[in-house]
């Protein structure tokens, strides 16, 4: 058998727009990092062009599966984690790019920080909208953060495969297309995250994608997510709902390095005490890991 790779490429394809996929291939083939499988997996069976595109390929890192029959996004996710060999997940969306320097970047991340199991960045969206799509950098912004949205973003993150396979943590076709969020509300217990600040991916914003087409659906598997990690989190939820209110700004966290917030500016409502946050001054909610 040939040595594993140290990096999994994964990325389900359905009915995916030609041009979107040739530049989704080619963007993960012209990484500076070299030493991955590009595992490509056809939810669509009946469409036999996206094969033929596939194939037109000559590069041995490129494995091509189809599912029998269509499986949904979930379960094709779970299937390309079964066939995964590398010590590292890289997940990456069929109509995305990857920036040359991504999986170097979170490689050497990860080797450096093994306390870390998951690994994101900045995503530059671009079609209908070119702004940049920015979250949170350190676990604990992270962690509260989560009791609200998904700040991690899930087609520019790498995974350490040994986190999923050591806690039997997968994808949960219930609360697809959330999927990722509930991957990662799951992960909190167990590892500690981090976001690059800088982009890793270029994220296709277009009228016909995931985000736009089951926009109902996904709000109601995020507020079924929401509620489930608010009631397991509470400390965190507090302190995030105490940040916002302190920041007025909705989708951004402050840094809690030295703060100390004060209810109607009098009484002591949220302080950081070494590894302790606490709430009123004296009563510990959440432990800030080193």
């Not at 379960?75 to 997940?89: K, M, W």
């Not at 920041?247 to 703060?259: A, E, G, I, K, Y």
Request: aromatic share 12%; hydrophobic share 35%.
């Amino acid at each position: 058998m040939s040595k594993s790779p140290r990096v999994s490429v994964l990325t389900p394809i359905y009915n995916t727009n030609i041009g979107h996929l040739c530049e989704c291939i080619e963007s993960i083939l012209n990484q500076t990092f070299t030493d991955f499988e590009f595992i490509i997996l056809n939810d669509s069976p009946d469409n036999k062009q996206l094969k033929k595109i596939i194939k037109t390929y000559d590069d041995d890192r490129i494995k091509y599966y189809e599912n029998e029959k269509n499986m949904g996004i979930s379960a094709s996710r779970n299937r390309l984690l079964d066939l995964a060999r590398g010590e590292y997940i890289a997940v990456f969306d069929h109509d995305d790019i990857s920036v040359p320097e991504r999986l170097a970047r979170q490689v050497e991340f990860l080797d450096t920080h093994p306390n870390v199991g998951v690994v994101s960045g900045l995503l530059k969206c671009f079609g209908d909208r070119n702004d940049m799509w920015r979250n949170p950098e350190s676990d604990i912004e992270i962690k509260l953060g989560l009791t609200e949205n998904c700040f991690v973003a899930h087609t520019a993150a790498m995974i350490r495969k040994s986190v999923l396979d050591k806690h039997n943590i997968r994808y949960e076709e219930k609360y697809s297309p959330a999927e990722d969020y509930r991957l990662w509300t799951r992960l909190m217990d167990y590892t500690d995250f981090y976001n690059i600040q800088t982009p890793l991916v270029k994220y296709r914003w277009y009228a016909t994608n995931t985000t736009h087409l089951q926009q109902a659906k996904m709000h109601n598997a995020w507020l079924v997510i929401k509620t489930d990690v608010c009631n397991r989190y509470p400390g965190y939820y507090a302190v995030y709902q105490a940040l916002q209110k302190q920041s007025n700004v909705p989708t951004v966290l402050r840094t809690l390095q030295n703060w100390r917030y004060r209810l109607f500016g009098i009484i002591p409502l949220l302080k950081r005490k070494k590894k302790w946050i606490l709430l009123f001054d004296f009563l510990p909610i959440v432990k800030i890991k080193d």
